[in-house]
C-alpha cells in the first residue's frame, strides 16, 4: 500500500481551501441558471501562474474543453477560470463552441486580462445551449476574495447532483519556503475516471514549469483522480486544471529538483483526498469503498484489480446489503485482465481474512455484517506474485441511485 513520505512532510490544512495559497481569490454567484443556488464560479490569480489540465477521453468532449485546451496551449499559464453548472455545454455543435469563446472573453475583460489567460468550464445537462445572457450578467456581477466564504461560493456554484462541497488542502517545504495547495472538486455521478462527470480545481502557490506541472499532473492522476468509478459511466466534461503562481518565492520546481518528490507528494495527497470525497459523494451513496491491492506483477496492474472490484455492480451491491460475499470479489479480481496467480490470493474485508492463498476462512458472518455497516469499508488483496501495488476508491450502490438517474432532467 502506498504510504505517506516522511521526507516530504506533507501536513493536512483543516479548512483550506482554493484561496489558501498565496495570490488566489474565489467566489461564486446566482446568475439564474438554477433556481436558487450559486451557479457561475471565478478562480483568479495576481500573477500568471503555470497550468496544465488533464481531460475526459470520452470522444465527445464538450465545447469548454476544447476552449480550455487553448487557452494553455497559447503559453503554459492562466490567470483565471469561469465555470457553470446546470449546463454542460456538450453537443452543442458550433453555437457552443462560441458560447464558451465568449465566457472565456467575457471573463477576460471582466478581469483585464488576455483571453488565452481564462480557462473555461461547464457541468450540468447534456445537449442544452447555454443561457448566455444570465451567464454574462452573473459574469459581471462575481464577486471574489480569499475569505472562507468567498470559497464556499465558488465550491456551491460547481455543484450538480452532489450532496455537499468538496474542498482539500495541503502544505510542504520546498527549498525552505511553505508552498501552499488547495483544492476544490465537483462529482457524484458518471464517474469513472479518464475522467467522468468530474471537474477538479488546484491552486498552488509553488513556482513550477508549464512542462514540469504537466509531467506531475499525469503521474498524480493516474494514482487519484482516474481510480475512482461510482457507476463505470464517463462524461463529455471532466477536467482537473492545476494552476501554480510562484508566489512562495521556492527556485523553479523540475524533476532534477533536490524537492521534486515533495511537490509530487503534495499533488498526490491533495489529488486523492478530492478524489476520495468524490466517491465518498456518490449518487445515492452510502458508504465510501476503498480497494487495496499488493502483491501484483506491476503498480499498473495493481491498481487495475484495484479499479476492477471498486466497479464492480456486483461488489458495490454486496456492500450496500452489507453482505460479506468475497465470491464477487474474487470474481472482479479474475476479469481485470492482468496476470495473477489463482492458487496464491489473499482477501480481507477490514480486519477479517476471507481467503488465504486462495483457501476459503471460517469468519464470523455477523461481524462482517457489522462491519459492513460501517460508513468507510477498506478490501485488502494481497496476490503473492510480485511487487506492485495500488488503490482504488468508489462507493456502493443503492436503490436511491437509480431514483436519482431516471429523474436527473426532470
Known amino acids: 500500500m502506498e504510504a505517506l513520505s516522511e521526507v516530504s512532510q506533507v501536513k493536512k490544512v483543516n479548512g483550506g481551501s482554493v484561496v489558501s495559497p498565496k495570490g488566489f481569490y474565489a467566489g461564486g454567484v446566482h446568475a439564474g441558471l438554477r433556481y436558487s443556488r450559486k451557479d457561475v464560479g471565478l478562480i483568479y490569480s495576481e500573477v500568471p501562474a503555470s497550468s496544465a489540465a488533464v ?17 494553455i ?9 469561469i465555470v457553470n453548472s446546470a449546463c454542460a455545454n456538450a453537443c452543442t455543435g458550433e453555437r457552443g463552441l462560441q ?20 480557462a473555461v468550464a461547464s457541468t450540468g445537462v447534456i445537449g442544452e445551449y447555454l443561457q448566455m445572457d444570465r451567464i454574462a450578467a452573473g459574469i459581471t456581477d462575481i464577486q471574489f476574495g480569499q475569505t472562507q466564504e468567498d470559497a464556499e461560493g465558488f465550491q456551491t456554484a460547481i455543484l450538480t447532483t452532489d450532496t455537499c462541497m468538496k474542498s482539500s488542502c495541503y502544505t510542504t517545504e520546498i527549498d525552505g519556503m511553505l508552498v501552499t495547495m488547495g483544492g476544490a472538486a465537483k462529482g457524484s455521478g458518471m464517474i469513472h475516471p479518464n475522467m467522468a462527470t468530474m471537474l477538479g480545481f488546484i491552486t498552488c502557490d509553488a513556482a513550477i514549469s508549464p512542462e514540469s ?8 492522476t493516474d494514482k487519484s483522480f482516474n481510480q475512482i468509478t461510482v457507476d463505470g459511466d464517463t462524461s463529455t466534461n471532466d477536467m482537473v486544471l492545476v494552476m501554480a503562481n510562484g508566489k512562495a518565492g521556492n527556485e523553479e520546481l523540475h524533476e532534477g529538483h533536490k524537492d521534486w518528490e515533495a511537490f509530487l507528494e503534495l499533488l498526490k495527497n491533495t489529488s ?3 478524489a476520495k ?3 465518498r459523494d456518490g449518487e445515492g451513496a452510502t458508504k465510501l469503498i476503498e480497494v487495496s491491492v499488493k502483491g501484483a506483477a506491476s503498480n499498473d496492474d495493481a491498481r487495475k484489480i484495484a479499479k476492477q472490484i471498486v466497479g464492480s455492480n456486483l461488489v458495490k451491491t454486496a456492500i450496500f446489503g452489507a453482505d460479506a460475499n468475497w465470491g464477487r470479489i474474487i470474481g472482479a479480481i479474475g476479469q481485470a485482465g492482468v496476470e495473477v496467480n489463482v492458487d496464491t490470493v489473499d482477501i480481507k474485508l477490514g480486519e477479517t481474512t476471507m481467503l488465504l492463498n486462495s483457501v476459503p476462512q471460517v469468519f464470523s458472518e455477523d461481524d462482517a455484517k ?10 485488502f488483496v494481497d496476490l503473492q506474485f510480485g511487487d506492485g501495488e495500488g488503490k482504488a476508491w ?17
Not at 60 to 70: N, R
Not at 73 to 81: D, M, S
Not at 100 to 117: I, Q, W
Not at 213 to 220: E, G
Open 277 to 279: 470525497q468524490i466517491a
Open 213 to 220: 506541472l504537466k509531467k506531475a499532473l499525469k503521474s498524480v
Open 394 to 410: 468508489g462507493c456502493d450502490l443503492s436503490y436511491d441511485y437509480v431514483k436519482i438517474n431516471a429523474s436527473y432532467r426532470t
Open 370 to 379: 457489522k462491519y459492513l455497516e460501517n460508513d468507510t469499508i477498506h478490501i
Open 73 to 81: 496551449q497559447e503559453k503554459g499559464k492562466l490567470q483565471a477560470v
Open 99 to 118: 458560447d464558451a469563446y465568449s465566457m472565456r472573453k467575457l471573463t477576460a475583460d471582466k478581469l483585464n486580462l488576455e483571453e488565452t489567460f481564462v
Open 55 to 71: 481531460y475526459t477521453l470520452n470522444q465527445f468532449q464538450a465545447a469548454p474543453l476544447k476552449v480550455t485546451q487553448h487557452s
Open 272 to 274: 486523492q483526498d478530492l
